[in-house]
C-alpha cells in the first residue's frame, strides 16, 4: 500500500523518480528536534480544544519523546519516502504509538509547521551568531589594546591620506560587527513570531488557543495573519541580508589582510599556523584562510540573491517552491560562522610590524593635511590653505624632500605667514593628537572606543 499521508485522492504509486525530484528531508532533517518540540506544544493545544483526552496526550508526548531520544542519539532513521522532516516525524510517531499519532495532525498543516520549525531553528541559529560575533569584537579589542601605540597609513583610494592607529583601523571592524549585532537583535523581534493555528493558510478551524502555543514555544507572540504566517518569509531573507553584511566586511577585513601581508605593504605578519604553503614554490607563505574568507563571502552574497528570486512573483499562498528556502539559507549560516570562527583567529594571530609601519608612515606625504590645517590657524581659508598646501607638496616632491625636511625659508616663499611652529605640527604624534575628537583617531579617543567595546562585552556576558 501507499504509505504516503496523502494517498487517499491518488490511483497510483508516486514515480520514483518525483519522490526524489521532491524529498527535502535531505536536508532539512535537522529541523527534526524543532518539529518535536512545536509538536508537543501542539498536542497540548489539541488537549486545551478537547480533541485529544488526556490519555491521548500522554501516549503522543511519550512516543515524541522516544523519537526526540532516537533523533539526539543518532539511531532515528530518516526516510526519503516520507518526504520530508515532517512526514518522516508523523511516521514513526505512527510506527510507534498507532492510530493515536495521526490525531495529532488535527487542524495542523505543514505549511505552518515548516515555518514554525525553521523559526524556532532560527532563534538557536541567532544565539551562535550572536556569540560568535562577541567573540570576533573581544579579539579585536585584546589585539587592539596590545598595539595601542602603533601607527600605520590610513588610506582612501589606496593611496596614503593619514596617519591612523593601529587600533583605530582595526576597531573599525568592531564597530561593524556591533551594528550588525544590533541588527539580529531586531531581526530576533520579528522572527520570533508563532504561525501555529494558521493550519494550510486560511487558519484552522478547530479552537486552538494561538497565544498559548506561542507562549508554550517561547515566540513573543502569534502572527495576526494566516495567509503571511505560511507565505512570508521575510525572516529568512533578513538574515540572509544581516549574514551577507558580516560577510561582506569579512571579506573586506580578509583582503586587507593579504594586502597588508605582502611584501609590498609588508604591515603585519600572521603566525604559520595560519597560513598554507605553495605545493611548488618552497618559499611561499600563503594567507589561504583570509582568501577563503573573501572567496566564501561570494556564495553567501548569491544565497541572497537566490532566495531573494525564490520569493519574485510567487503568488499566495504556500507553494512548494518554498521548500527552497532552505538550502541557501543553511549554506550562508554555515560559512558565515565558520569565517567568524576563522576571523577571529587571524585577529589573534594578526601582529602589526612596527619598524615597518615606522619607515613606511614617513612616506607618502601623510602630513599634508597637518599644513593645511596649520595654514587655516593662521587665518588662510581652508580651500586656499589646500591648494598653497598642494604646491609645497609638489615642491617636495620635486626636490625629493619631505615635508618636516623642508626649511623655514622655503615655507616662507610660499606664504610669509608660516613661523617655525609649524614643525610642532609636522609629527605623526601631534597629527593623532588633534584628532582626540569623538570617534577619531587620537590615542585618547581610540582608548575610549576601546573602553566603549570592553563595556559591552561585559554587559554581554550578562
Ligand atoms: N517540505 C516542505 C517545505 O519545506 C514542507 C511543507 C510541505 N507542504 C506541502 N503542502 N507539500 O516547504
Not at 504509486?13 to 528536534?33: G, R
Not at 498536542?43 to 532516537?70: F, H, S, W
Amino acid at each position: 500500500m501507499n504509505t504516503k499521508a496523502w494517498s487517499g485522492r491518488f490511483k497510483e504509486e508516486i514515480d520514483t523518480f518525483l519522490e526524489d525530484f521532491t524529498e527535502s528531508v535531505s536536508f532539512d532533517y535537522v529541523l527534526a528536534p524543532y518539529e518535536i518540540r512545536a509538536s508537543l506544544a501542539y498536542a497540548k493545544a489539541l488537549r486545551k480544544a478537547q480533541i485529544l483526552t488526556e490519555e491521548e496526550l500522554k501516549v503522543i508526548e511519550q512516543g515524541l519523546r522516544d523519537i526526540e531520544r532516537e533523533i539526539r542519539e543518532g539511531t532515528f532513521s530518516f526516510r526519503k519516502e516520507q518526504e520530508d522532516v515532517h512526514m518522516n516525524i508523523e511516521r514513526a510517531l505512527f510506527e510507534k504509538i498507532g492510530e493515536v499519532a495521526y490525531k495529532l495532525h488535527t487542524g495542523r498543516s505543514r505549511n505552518e509547521q515548516v515555518v514554525t520549525d525553521l523559526r524556532l531553528y532560527l532563534a538557536d541559529e541567532a544565539e551562535e551568531l550572536k556569540n560568535l560575533i562577541k567573540s570576533f569584537i573581544k579579539a579585536i579589542v585584546e589585539k587592539g589594546e596590545a598595539y595601542i601605540d602603533v601607527i600605520m597609513p590610513g588610506f582612501t583610494h589606496l593611496q596614503h591620506a593619514q596617519p591612523v592607529l593601529f587600533t583605530h583601523w582595526l576597531t573599525t571592524y568592531a564597530e561593524a560587527m556591533t551594528c550588525h549585532l544590533d541588527r539580529i537583535i531586531e531581526w530576533e523581534k520579528r522572527l520570533k513570531l508563532c504561525p501555529l493555528g494558521s493550519s494550510a493558510f486560511a487558519g484552522t478551524g478547530f479552537p486552538i488557543d494561538r497565544d498559548f502555543l506561542a507562549k508554550e514555544l517561547g515566540f513573543l507572540a502569534p502572527i495576526p495573519h494566516s495567509i503571511y504566517a505560511v507565505s512570508s518569509r521575510d525572516f529568512s531573507l533578513e538574515l540572509l541580508f544581516i549574514l551577507s553584511l558580516i560577510m561582506l566586511d569579512l571579506s573586506r577585513f580578509s583582503e586587507e589582510l593579504i594586502l597588508w601581508l605582502s611584501p609590498e605593504f609588508g604591515f603585519i605578519d600572521l603566525p604559520d599556523r595560519l597560513c598554507t604553503g605553495s605545493s611548488i614554490m618552497p618559499q611561499k607563505k600563503n594567507p589561504d584562510s583570509a582568501e577563503l574568507i573573501r572567496g566564501k563571502a561570494s556564495i553567501v552574497l548569491g544565497n541572497l540573491m537566490q532566495h531573494l528570486i525564490l520569493l519574485k512573483n510567487l503568488p499566495l499562498s504556500y507553494n512548494r517552491d518554498l521548500q527552497e528556502d532552505k538550502p541557501p539559507l543553511f549554506q550562508a549560516l554555515k560559512i558565515t560562522k565558520a569565517s567568524l570562527r576563522m576571523a577571529t583567529l587571524l585577529v589573534e594571530g594578526l601582529q602589526p610590524k612596527k619598524e615597518r609601519l615606522k619607515e613606511i608612515t614617513k612616506e607618502g606625504y601623510l602630513l599634508a593635511t597637518e599644513v593645511a590645517d596649520y595654514l587655516v590657524t593662521k587665518g588662510i581659508p581652508f580651500r586656499q590653505a589646500h591648494h598653497l598646501t598642494g604646491q609645497i607638496v609638489r615642491y617636495a616632491e620635486e626636490n625629493n624632500r619631505k615635508l618636516e625636511d623642508l626649511t623655514l625659508e622655503e615655507y616662507k616663499r610660499f606664504s610669509p605667514l608660516i613661523e617655525k611652529d609649524i614643525y610642532q605640527w609636522l609629527t605623526l604624534e601631534h597629527a593623532l593628537f588633534r584628532r582626540n575628537i569623538l570617534g577619531g583617531t587620537g590615542k585618547k579617543a581610540v582608548r575610549a572606543y576601546l573602553k566603549k567595546l570592553r563595556k559591552n562585552l561585559r554587559l554581554w556576558e550578562k
